[in-house]
């Protein structure tokens, strides 16, 4: 299979360089991860050329192994191949994915602007993803849409308010739960009138002025124009407003949880509940993997959406949680890992460790953006120190600036290649159990969102029926 050949690929790359991902950057002068982490072959170059030089090549994106730095560009060019190349070779395009939701029957909708509801990066993301499973719910033809994680309901208000599904929104803090019940309150207020002002300009524009009552004429269209506004949205007008549609839980989901069983207690018995999309927008370590498994495992669960997040969040199965705090089922209360997923990184025993899965959250689009590098100051122990004092640590250390600055970069260009593995693993586990319609695409804007990929899915069966 070309998908485990391609994983097989970036965990080979990685393994090389396990050492320098797993360290941390607070120990750089107290462990001297310069020389104990870096391979000898960069470390010599780098020294050689000078970190000035090293720094250059780090922003130049026309670099190339002819450099006078061969191994640093080689370096840098592997570690883009096995993060970004491998990854345009295997998710969807943008415009890929339009054709495949245009193919499925789907077509998307004109969104009033949300800057004004939500935050720029917030409304970029709720805007693609609402209308991504909008079309994939009507493709599955779902009943109802659970998003797990769901915050501050954001996504699932719009799904709701833009698209009329029935949405319940599933959280594990009572905290976010009650918050977005306000939130959706207010957001339903100002959404008609953002809906009738999205099409006002186009009415205005199509008025021809003929004859001495073009006046009377325009506000009686427009009128008419707002009255189908309305109509389209008046299923919102029943005692519960919004509510009718949106349902909010407090609930922990993991990979056994009972989504037809949450559904029908928030909906009620009347409202049946045959087939459920399974989505998240950001979902926070365990909880990514588990929508997939409940994806594959539960017979109503006929889609599955989702973007990942806090990878060092995972409990991995082959190695051990430094911290005593573990994430549980709630059945059962064993041990859920998250990664890996997939029978050929679970025979393999592999091995990311949770220093990588931290590294992971870098965004290297970001940092090439600000051309940035993020220092990090140690005071040891946490101790009370004067200005004097200070002051006397920086000079004593300053030397190894530049130093930790070149280090700090190169476990940069990492972080992608660790994201690529979970993925792939990801996607990969859904093969693995038959699922022959599961895609990766990245959906967002990676300076904009750095979390930008989705795992998306339909089960074959539900795909047939629906679009036959």
């Known amino acids: 299979m070309a998908l485990r050949a391609k994983l097989g690929e970036v965990i080979e790359f990685f393994n090389r360089f396990s050492q320098l991902a ?15 982490c870096v391979p000898e072959e960069l470390k010599s170059e780098i020294e050689y050329v000078g970190m000035d030089s090293a720094l250059s090549l780090f922003w130049d994106s026309k670099r190339d192994s002819a450099s006078s730095m061969f191994h640093l560009s080689k ?5 883009n191949e096995m993060s970004a190349g491998i990854l345009n070779d295997i998710c969807l395009s943008p415009s890929d994915l339009r054709s495949k939701i245009i193919s499925w029957g789907s077509s998307s909708q004109s969104i009033p602007q949300l800057n004004q509801f939500m935050s720029p990066k917030k409304a970029h993301e709720v805007e693609i993803m609402s209308e991504l499973v909008a079309a994939l719910s009507k493709v599955a033809g779902t009943s109802h849409i659970v998003d797990v994680g769901s915050g501050k309901g954001y996504l ?8 009329s599904l029935k949405v319940l929104g599933v959280d594990s803090s009572s905290v976010n739960t009650h918050g977005a019940t306000k939130r959706t309150q207010k957001l339903q207020k100002a959404w008609r009138p953002a809906l009738i002002k999205l099409e006002k300009p186009q009415t205005e524009k199509t008025q021809i002025r003929h004859g001495k009552h073009w006046k009377a004429k325009m506000q009686a269209d427009a009128s008419t124009s707002q009255n ?17 549609l949106y349902k909010r839980a407090t609930a922990y989901i993991s990979e056994e949880s009972d989504l037809a069983a949450l559904v029908t207690e928030h909906f009620g018995s009347y409202d049946s509940c045959s ?47 430094p911290f005593p ?12 890992h998250g990664f890996p997923l997939s029978q050929y990184l679970i025979r393999k025993k592999f091995v990311l460790g ?5 590294l992971s959250a870098q965004c290297v689009q970001r940092i090439l953006v600000k051309r940035e590098v993020y220092l990090y100051v140690l005071i040891n122990d946490g101790m009370l120190v004067s200005l004097n004092e200070i002051e006397s640590l920086y000079k004593s250390h300053q030397s190894h600036q530049q130093k930790l600055s070149v280090f700090f970069m190169l476990r940069a260009v990492l972080a992608p290649v660790i994201e690529t593995i979970i ?44 679009t036959s």
């Open 22 to 36: 797993n360290c941390h950057l607070v120990n750089f002068i107290t462990e001297d991860l310069w020389d104990t």
């Open 75 to 79: 370096y840098l060019m592997e570690a």
């Open 156 to 163: 699932t208000s719009l799904l709701a308010l833009h698209h």
């Open 228 to 244: 189908q506004q309305l109509s389209e949205t008046e299923n919102l007008e029943s005692s519960e407003g919004v509510f009718a």
């Open 275 to 321: 087939n459920i999309l399974l989505t998240g927008l950001h979902t926070c370590g365990n909880l990514a993997p588990a929508c997939l498994q409940l994806f594959v495992r539960e017979n109503n669960v006929s889609a599955v959406c989702n973007v990942g997040c806090c990878y060092h969040l995972l409990e991995e199965h082959f190695c051990e949680n």
């Open 325 to 336: 705090k573990r994430l549980l089922c709630d059945s059962e209360h064993k041990l859920y």
């Open 354 to 358: 949770r220093n990588a899965r931290m």
């Open 423 to 466: 993925l792939l693993d990801r996607l990969l586990y859904l093969h693995e159990q038959g699922t022959a319609d599961a895609h990766l695409v990245q959906l967002f804007d990676p300076v904009t969102s750095p979390r930008c990929y989705a795992v998306l899915a339909i089960k074959q069966s539900k795909l047939e029926v629906n």
